[in-house]
């Protein structure tokens, strides 16, 4: 798997086009104020930043050299730059203008465990830092070396641990090493007739130990669960030692150290190995597209699908401001495809009284035996008949299954266009999800508001829940290029998160914490909440040596007798 | 709900009676050499206890009874003697034979959160000790005062933390208090069209405060899930404060703090409040009876089951040995049903080659609509067939479904005969489980003939996940009235749970570490495991001062600066 571009998502060769989709433009000009021939606002060039010396010592370096190998350590300025951040808008905001920060001195790649082991005991020996590194997809600032940090920062990527170690038929668990990337992990899966299920937007360029350390959820884990349920058992290499944790299925062991593990983002140890559920690859796979006439029917017909005897893969609708950008982002077409699209519309107003400005796109996925799939969408198709929806085939759901791994490029194409979007997901009750939408859209169009600006913002829901679902957001604004466009979008990113744990919700669904999310966490989950995470961290790192600041912000670390 | 027994188990006038059961007499005489009419070892009178003075200050007493009421605070010896254990074999034993121990000093009821916030404030501020106390079910030592401790203790019961608050229809989820008793429970959720669907074995007499500090499973976890899944949000009073974990569906949020304070065993607070999932009561209830061949093709048809499209809400198969032992304890019945018997028996044995000293009885529960309990049935009854079992229809289901909570009376029973019966539980993947089932039968009969007693060891598969299951052992023995019992018992259990961890098997899938697991917590969890929780309970309670020695053994407590 190749790295991607240094400030901006996915390969080298892969950009978002605009060109196949007519209605694009006038939609960014209408919403954002984009001109279609705007001027591009480029990243600079690689070769003009201004790359720090790497500030290890030669101690250190031949230290590290002996543990993984001399070919596994790299000083190289591409590597350290690319390694210094994930993909956050601040992180690609910052990297398109030069303003490197605090990068990494050093990056190495062991080859297995014992390197990881080897590398760790280095790190603490020398009072270094050490931040794994999977695909370098986090969006909440999980990767980055602290500002003021003076000690030496070795970025450990996992990428060379990538293999499928074992599948244990019998029991439908795979143990599969840390750093292989989605794309590969399937290839391995799929050739012995098995799947993880797991597929986060992310999924081309992310990593089984990243969806681990920051509790990842993927588009069919209404089906397969979250990352933190298919993780069973795992190996991680921490300052006492290498972590085992058998794949049993439940245990009473006290308060878990698995899902202490989960979520952790490289403070407790670095994940080598994980032991997670797979399924055989399903008979029949098919994702629908329904409309329902309003986001409130929408949303009940979510929840009244969570609470029947239907067991869906996908379950995701989206609000009239998204259900508006999908068509806008829909390729030319057919003279036929333009006729249907009428005929539907005619249809909707005229027969089911939609206000076609009101409507939202859903999307629901089902997999298994033929006979299951056919049980499944009946059951499921009373509930949205029920609720006013119209189904409207399997066009819609196969063409955003096959796209829906591209979204993170239009950042990159906005970016240059001069708009900064970004998303922000949450998750509460049921009950909560109507009033936690509307504070949020609320929140942000004040913000617009407030600052002058041309902002849009949208919403969907996925992953449903018994008790509740996933809320996301994606907002997009263009700053006014005289002031500092990444303070404006503190303030319309701070007011959502505000508006996230004033209603009940979370601070993330599945993003993580890192330092973009910190300061929310007590809100969250209560000041002693933090204290018991604080208590962890601090009693199995007291030295701060693994990925300090993420989670919670660090005290001085106490000095530590080795 | 009153309190139990204070030397055995359930209510005063509830006893396990074999009058009605005509096979049981000859099956323990023959498989313990008990006769039936065999001399009882009776329990001392509580009157013959020597109850030690407690040992509070008036200045604590005074200050407890100031933040819960004068009527909270207990000093009655029958009040600590009943707090001062569950509900193990050893607790049995020992209380039965007037060895007491270190009882706790005082046992006070909170009426609610405040006031229980306030006695953790006097307990932390006297240098106190504070074990909380839901139903006193617990048979892994999780609520004894260690030997050793000088401080004062208190017991906490949070028996009168009983209410249902609040259900969030729309949500489905109920905030409950944490004392409430099982039973209790139920009836406040049935009253309304809800359930929760956990049913421990101990579901009368445990609370759900207790079950998820001990992180419990019930008969019907297939279905509704563990009480790690059940519990959404949490409210626990902890040294920092009231800690408040939000009901949202899933977060990401850094490790877990819900999965920390689930299994805590009160270490790390006092649990006074849970936001639970709860459901409709359901339309259809059944669950059928099924006889297989032998054990390995129920394990088979198990896993199985779990691998396909149905999902039933319970799944349970018994060894051989166990099967034998229900058909022991079946009432005697009437002609019609002997002769009902007869004709089943020459069926399997003629017709379907069944050797009935093999085979094992199963349950397998379905809930839902009647249409879906139709299809499950009927896929399930595919799989069935495939491995060679034969369905026996709902009598026997009803009856283990009416009895279900009565079992643990029975080592009461055996007791005053003079044999010792206990439970050791555990969970693996499925691949694992036969080897785990071989390791524990021979290891405990290998003890049996090294102690030169009569012992019995019976099996079933409960609790079926997608990657593995729960298997629980129940076993007994006659020791020599010469010898010490406990000793034995020690040896027995011992060498059962050293088997689950060398076969790549849990200490426990729901019973807890207490004191009788701590010792295979690192063989299981491994040493860094190990060290994760001591890190976070010591950081949480440096002073050593919520229910100590649970877990992980507890180090000198630093000293504390207040």
Chains 1, 2 share one sequence.
Request: proline share 5%; charged share 25%; hydrophobic share 40%.
């Amino acid at each position: 798997m190749s790295m991607m571009k240094w400030s901006g998502w996915g390969a080298e060769d892969v950009t978002f086009s605009a060109a196949d989709k007519p209605a694009l433009g006038p939609f960014l000009e209408q919403h954002l104020g984009l001109r279609s021939a705007g001027a591009l606002t480029a990243s600079v060039a690689f070769a003009a930043l201004d790359v720090p010396e790497p500030a290890a010592s030669d101690e250190l370096l031949d230290a590290l050299r002996r543990v993984a190998g001399a070919e596994a350590v790299s000083l190289e300025a591409r590597d350290r730059v690319t390694h210094a951040r994930g993909k956050s808008l601040r992180d690609l905001v910052r990297h398109r203008a030069g303003e490197l920060g605090r990068i990494p001195d050093v990056v190495v790649r062991p080859s297995d465990e014992d390197a990881v082991a080897g590398l760790l005991a280095v790190v603490l020996d020398a009072d270094a830092v050490a931040i794994p590194f999977g695909g370098g997809t986090n969006i909440s600032g999980s990767l980055e070396v602290p500002a003021g940090e003076t000690r030496p920062v070795v970025s450990i990527d996992l990428g060379r641990l990538d293999r499928v170690l074992e599948i244990d038929e019998a029991s439908r668990l795979a143990r599969v090493q840390a750093g292989v990337f989605g794309p590969d992990l399937e290839r391995q899966l799929n050739a012995r007739g098995w799947t993880l299920g797991h597929f986060p937007d992310s999924f081309t360029y992310s990593t089984l130990g990243g969806w681990i350390a920051t509790r990842s959820s993927g588009m069919q884990s209404d089906r397969f669960g979250d990352v933190a349920e298919l993780t069973r058992g795992l190996r991680a290499v921490t300052p006492t030692g290498v972590l085992a944790i058998r794949p049993v299925p439940a245990t009473s062991t006290g308060p878990s150290v698995r899902e202490m593990i989960l979520g952790s983002e490289g403070r407790l140890g670095i994940i080598t190995e994980a032991t997670v559920q797979v399924h055989r690859v399903a008979q029949e796979r098919t994702i629908r597209g329904y409309l329902f006439p309003s986001w409130p029917a929408g949303l009940a017909a979510m929840r009244d699908i969570a609470a029947s005897e239907a067991s869906p893969s996908v379950t995701r609708v989206s609000d009239a401001p998204e259900t508006a950008f999908s068509f806008a982002t829909k390729k030319g077409g057919s003279v036929v495809d333009r006729l249907k699209s009428r005929a539907l519309r005619a249809f909707l107003e005229r027969r089911r009284g939609f206000d076609v400005s009101a409507m939202c796109l859903a999307f629901i996925g089902y997999e298994g035996s033929a006979r299951h799939v056919a049980a499944q969408r009946k059951l499921v198709g009373r509930i949205v008949a029920a609720h006013g929806g119209v189904g409207i085939g399997s066009g819609p759901g196969a063409l955003y299954d096959q796209k829906k791994f591209d979204t993170p490029y239009i950042r990159d194409y906005l970016l240059d266009r001069g708009a900064l979007a970004d998303v922000s997901e949450t998750a509460a009750p049921w009950s909560a999800l109507p009033e936690v939408y509307d504070n949020v859209m609320a929140a942000a169009r004040e913000r617009f508001d407030a600052l002058g600006v041309k902002g849009y913002i949208m919403s969907h829901l996925s992953h449903s829940y018994h008790g509740g679902a996933c809320l996301y957001f994606t907002f997009a604004f263009r700053p006014d290029p005289v002031r500092d466009g990444l303070a404006d979008y503190d303030t319309i990113k701070s007011a959502i998160q505000q508006a996230f744990v004033d209603s009940g919700a979370t601070l993330s669904h599945h993003h993580a914490v890192g330092t973009e999310h910190a300061a929310w966490l007590e809100q969250d989950i209560s000041a002693p909440g933090v204290a018991m995470i604080r208590a962890l961290l601090e009693g199995v790192d007291p030295g701060a040596n693994l990925n300090p600041g993420k989670i919670v912000a660090d005290r001085q670390p106490a000095p530590v007798e080795r």
